[in-house]
Every structure is written in C-alpha cells, then in structure tokens.
C-alpha cells in the first residue's frame, strides 16, 4: 500500500548527492579533507571549540564516557524515556545507568530530581535532549560543578537548541549528536561528538581510529612513515563519503527547523480540541527547540496501538518514540525493573504516538493527519 502521508522523508538534494559522486570518482574515500570540512562547519554552527564525526551517536556517547574514565562501578545518571541507545551507551563502558523519572509535562529530565538519586557511585550524568527541546543545561552544569561530576548531553533531536542562551556542548564536558536516517540532518548512518576541550578532541580522534598515531589521510603521502598505536582505540570514523552527505544539509539547518516548528505550530492548532488528548508541552518562549519529533499522548481511554493501526490503515505513517526503555525486555531483566518504578516516563511511554514532522510535508497533510486523529477520536 502506498502511503498517504510518509513517516519521514530526508531533505538530500541532487547536490548533496552529486558531492557523494564528486568523492567516489576520487581516490581517496575515508576519512579525510570532507569529514574535515564537516567538522569545522559543525564546530562553527555550534559556536564550540571542536567537533569530532564518528559513524554513530551511540559510539560518540561510548567515547565521550570512555574519555572521563567511566566504566566498572560507576553510576551513570540517565533518562528512562529516550532511545535504548542512551542506556547501552553507558553500559558498554561497564557502567551501570540509573534512571531517575521525567518531568510530566516536558518529559525531560530535571536538575531537581537527579539531585536526589546522586550516590557515592555517580561519575556521570547524561540529559537527553527529547524531541529537540533541550533540557535546564544551565541547571544540570551547576549541579555536577557542585557534585564534582562529569555532564554528558545526548543531543541525538537536537543539534538547532539554544536555551538560556546556551547551545548543546558549551556548558557540558561533550556533547554527542546522530546523523541516522530520520534525524535533522542525516547521513544514513553517523554521529559526532563536540567539544569545548582542544585535548578531548585530539584523544577522540585517536580513539575513533584504533588510537593510531597517523590517520589514513596522513598516510597517503609519497614518503611511507610509520604509524603507531599509543592508546587503546576503537572503529569508529566517519569516512568522506558520508560526510561530504552532510556539508550541504548543514547550511540549510535553520530553515529546516523553522519549517517543522511552524508544521508544528499547526498540528497544536488543529488538534487542541481534542478531548482527552494531551501534548509534550511547547518551548519556552526564549528557547530555540531543534523540533526533532511532535508526539501526542493518546486519550486515557483509547488504547495506544489501536490508534496507531487505524492511522496506518489510513495510510499515515507513524512510530513510537519511546516506550520507556526500563519496561523493554532486556533492560527490564537485567536491572529487575517493574513499570511503575519511572511512572511518569512509563505513563509518556504508553500512550504516545509520533506524528509525520519533516520540512517536506505539507500543511495539508497535517490537516488530513489531524482529521483522521479527530475521527478516531470522536466519540
Ligand atoms: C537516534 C538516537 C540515538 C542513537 O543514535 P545513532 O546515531 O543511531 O547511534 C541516541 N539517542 C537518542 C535520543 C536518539 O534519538
């Protein structure tokens, strides 16, 4: 079945194509001067230091942990409503993630809370930035200056934020961003961490590359010099031709952004009669959102999955962002978790529903999206 509406679709135009071909007719295809020329205007969007690309935000996460020392013993603070990545991230390194319950309105973690679950244990904390809006970063730094404590932002929905006048990174120890497929900018598959810190920059592009000495852009030269490995490393660069994918996308940001927070503007409008339906609260009025996702939480009375069979029964593609991760088998297992232990993430978990939010869609197709909500949901 074709679909009426599309879940997402990606922004790369014919020239972002043609740079990929313009790096396959060369011979050089790793990492090398586009990555680069990717990492400088990444570093400058975000007015920070450094910017160091990677295949995944999964691995930069992995990295940016790894860097302060996290693994075996340490307590990581995190969010239960976000991507499982978020978690295994801190896990991968050893650690184990605690969660602390979201806020109900912003489901966003808050400074206040995760003071209280700070332990003897807690190296780290890692906000999530949840469909774009960023958390009280201003708050979350005083409070790990104050507990002596390393902040991590997941900025996988959220390279465009500004609050308090801060920007993903500047205030933080790393910042780590996904170039996946439905992300703001999107490479396929790719990630990047960024940096106020000179030094983290250079140790994580040793890291990335198996912590040799000579990347493959500074071998290719006319004199063989050889190279050598001076830290444990990882697999984890990001090659020219992903990157030369993102160089274009990056210039256009910001009217990309405005184009989903004006769609979704709308969606607000025409959905805010809905009985029973409730919504992620909206921004503030001083912050930029990166307006990654547009959630709605399904009316107490309506089952969650019915509605979203009938949207795609209606040819409307939607997701679910997020179940909460502690009631997903593995996780739930393995630490021995029950739902109601994060209830407001358990509660946001259950009856949300991702709607289309992307600069292609049209504003008549949020109204046919809409009316078919309104449908299902008239009673
Ligand atoms: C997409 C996503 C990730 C993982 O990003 P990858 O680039 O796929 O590794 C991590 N955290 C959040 C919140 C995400 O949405």
């Known amino acids: 079945m074709s679909r009426r509406v599309e879940f997402f679709l990606h922004n790369l135009d014919e020239s972002d194509i043609s740079s990929v071909g313009e790096v396959l007719r060369s011979v050089f295809l790793t990492t090398g001067s586009r ?34 020392g996290i693994g075996q013993g340490d307590e990581v603070i995190t969010t239960p409503m976000t991507f499982v990545a ?5 896990m991968e390194t050893g650690a184990t993630p605690i969660f602390v319950d979201v806020c109900p309105k912003s489901g966003l ?3 206040e809370s995760v003071a209280k679950h700070i332990s003897k244990k807690t190296r780290a904390i890692l906000p999530v930035h949840l469909y774009g809006r960023m958390v009280d970063i201003k708050g979350f730094s005083a ?25 993903p990174g ?34 994580y592009r040793s890291a990335r590359h198996h912590g040799i000495s000579k990347n493959a852009a500074s071998r290719y030269s006319n004199k063989y010099e050889h190279w050598d490995m001076e830290m444990m490393g990882w697999k984890y660069n990001m090659d020219d031709i992903h990157a030369a994918l993102l160089i274009g996308q990056l210039a ?14 709308l969606y607000r ?75 407001v993430a358990e509660r946001i978990g259950r009856r949300t529903i991702t709607l289309p939010l992307y600069p292609k869609l049209t504003e008549e197709k949020v109204h046919l999206v809409c009316d078919t909500l309104k449908e299902i949901f008239s009673r």
């Open 35 to 68: 990555v680069k020329e990717f990492e400088s205007g990444f570093a400058g969007y975000l007015d920070i230091e450094d910017a160091v690309a990677v295949t995944s935000c999964t691995g930069a996460l992995h990295l940016a942990l790894l860097r302060y």
């Open 86 to 90: 978020t978690a295994t991230a801190i």
């Open 143 to 167: 409070l790990a200056d104050k507990h002596d404590l390393i902040l991590i932002e997941d900025a996988a929905h959220c390279i465009e934020g500004i609050r308090d006048g801060i920007r």
């Open 269 to 343: 409008e025409l959905l805010s009669d809905v009985e029973g339906l409730d919504f992620i609260e909206s921004p503030g009025p001083d912050e930029v959102s990166g307006h990654h996702l547009f959630t709605v939480l399904v009316p107490e009375d309506f089952d969650r999955d019915d509605v979203l069979s009938r949207l795609q029964e209606a040819g409307i593609g939607c997701a679910v962002n997020y179940r909460a991760v502690h009631t997903l088998s593995f996780i739930k297992q393995r630490f021995g978790f029950k739902p109601e232990d994060f209830p």
């Open 109 to 111: 973690l808050t400074p």
């Open 170 to 203: 500047q205030l933080s120890h790393a910042a780590c961003f996904s170039f996946y497929a439905t992300k703001n900018i999107t490479c396929g598959e790719g990630g990047a961490i960024a940096t106020r810190f000179s030094e983290d920059a250079a140790w």
């Open 252 to 265: 256009k940001i910001d009217g990309l952004r405005r184009k989903r927070e004006e769609l979704e503007r």
